[in-house]
């Protein structure tokens, strides 16, 4: 099937697939719009963005990334990624949760291949606009990704599969949710594979509750998540093979992208508000000036350097060696674009705050940052910094270049 | 050799089972080697055989066994002892 897709948009007219793209724009800032109406509400209670979602579903933007042939709009990661980008300006709980739903979608699509089943889940979030959720830490682990302690359990054609997930962002609005466990009960903790598991076969016990001090709209909470299915359900390869070509890199580029998002609205506030003061001193530059341009010269940087990785993951795409040396290079690329884009993100928006002063300390102005600084403090976090950073380190050991 | 392979992944690729208990054939991957390990594995066969694995050698391939990690040292050593 993809590539059907694949030979029909080297086949496309040029002309066709800009209007195609301008078109995913323009959807993009639509859901934008509403979701910035409410961010403020989201952020405030802790509630999943629900009209933002209605909004992105109307706007059939949910199947994005799903290939044309199976109904959705064919979009590239650069496309997906500029929409969560567009997103995160708007509201960060709702350009995460986006994200994390096209994370799952990029890996059904790269590695569901030849799976009726699976292009059968993509033709339903494409039809159906199915937000699909993700559960890989576990209780007993923690945030491993490469290690599972549960496992599937399958007799005859049919799994049965326990997991208790100290985390699952969105868990409770999602239609389906990808699941890591072991192979089977007598594999090892890193013989994985991930099991698309769809809500009328599972069941959701809530752990605990969501109250943080940002990203307080994607609603990560822990659950107890018992699932029933059809083995075909189980993706087709391992799952170490799909962390390392998608899940991992396609993680790191578009919560990238919507951390770039969250900080550029930041500082577009406080360009508005240097702008105002210059306006009402004519003739004299406010103190301010350097950190605008600073904070303007952080942003660039960020978009140049997760530009440098969607080239690098492309062709990564083009060229799939078997070469243990460049995947590992390619992997503390990735590292490296997390690790930064996640600490300079906050750092551009603690300089627009020294811009906005007390005005973007206070709630409820146009110029308040509190929202945006609360969330982008989750970016160093959600897979820690130290963890990335020590496992760069190993993979650097391998470097012979 | 295999003695040294054997104690080497016993020392830094923290499989699932200790490595006594696999036969050289049997696929490490599935013992629990991870991509990360697999970097400790290459630094202590260089150290211990006193060879430098080239970079076109170092595929996924190299570290499925002890086998193939045997098969690639003596292939490097043959080559460095030619060179």
Not at chain 1, 295 to 315: F, I, N, P, S
Request: charged share 15%.
């Amino acid at each position: 099937m993809r590539s059907v897709a694949r030979i029909a948009l080297a086949h496309a007219n040029p002309g066709d697939v800009s209007a195609a793209e301008d078109s995913l724009l323009a959807a993009a800032h639509a859901a934008a719009a509403v979701a910035a109406e409410h961010a403020d509400a989201v952020d405030r209670e802790a509630r999943f963005p629900e009209e933002a979602f209605a909004a992105l579903r109307e706007q059939r933007l949910l199947g994005a990334m799903v290939p044309v042939a199976l109904g959705g709009a064919g979009a590239s990661l650069a496309m997906v990624t500029t929409i969560c980008r567009i997103l995160g300006e708007a509201c960060a709980a709702t350009g995460m949760i986006y994200a994390m739903h096209q994370i799952q979608v990029a890996c059904v699509v790269e590695h569901g291949g030849g799976s009726a089943w699976h292009d059968g889940l993509l033709t339903r979030v494409a039809d159906d606009q199915l937000l699909l959720a993700s559960a890989t830490s576990e209780e007993a682990i923690g945030g491993a990704l490469r290690t599972s302690g549960c496992a599937v359990s399958a007799d005859g054609g049919r799994f049965h599969l326990l997991k208790m997930a100290p985390t699952i962002s969105y868990g409770a609005h999602a239609d389906g949710i990808l699941v890591t466990a072991r192979r089977h009960a007598d594999a090892a903790p890193s013989d994985q594979v991930l099991v698309c598991v769809m809500k009328s076969d599972y069941t959701l016990q809530s752990l605990n509750t969501w109250d943080t001090l940002g990203m307080r709209g994607t609603c990560s909470n822990g659950f107890r998540l018992e699932a029933t299915g059809d083995v075909a359900q189980i993706m087709p390869v391992s799952f170490h093979e799909i962390a390392d070509g998608t899940m991992t890199p396609v993680s790191h580029i578009v919560w990238g992208a919507l951390w770039l998002g969250v900080a550029s609205d930041a500082v577009s506030r406080a360009k508005t508000f240097f702008q105002g003061q210059a306006r009402a001193h004519p003739g004299s530059l406010p103190p301010s000036g350097a950190r605008v341009a600073e904070a303007v010269g952080m942003l660039q940087l960020m978009e140049a350097r997760l530009d440098m990785a969607l080239a690098h993951q492309q062709a990564r795409h083009r060229a799939d060696g078997g070469s243990v040396s460049a995947a590992f290079a390619l992997a503390a690329e990735m590292n490296g674009l997390k690790t930064s884009l996640s600490t300079l993100a906050l750092q551009a928006v603690q300089q627009a705050l020294m811009v906005c002063g007390m005005a973007g300390y206070k709630h409820g102005t146009p110029f308040s940052l509190g929202r945006h600084l609360r969330d982008l403090w989750s970016a160093p976090l959600m897979i820690n910094n130290d963890r990335i950073q020590a496992n760069t380190a190993n993979l650097l050991l391998a470097d012979r270049s | 050799m295999k003695a040294t392979i054997r104690k080497i992944l016993g020392d830094v690729a923290r499989l699932d089972v200790p490595p006594a208990s696999l036969a050289d054939s049997d696929d490490l991957y599935a013992a629990g080697l991870s991509s990360l390990a697999t970097v400790h594995v290459m630094l202590a066969l260089e150290n211990a055989f006193e060879i430098e694995i080239p970079d076109r050698m170092l595929t996924r391939q190299l570290f499925r066994s002890i086998d193939s990690l045997a098969g690639a040292v003596s292939t490097i050593r043959q080559q460095q002892e030619a060179a």
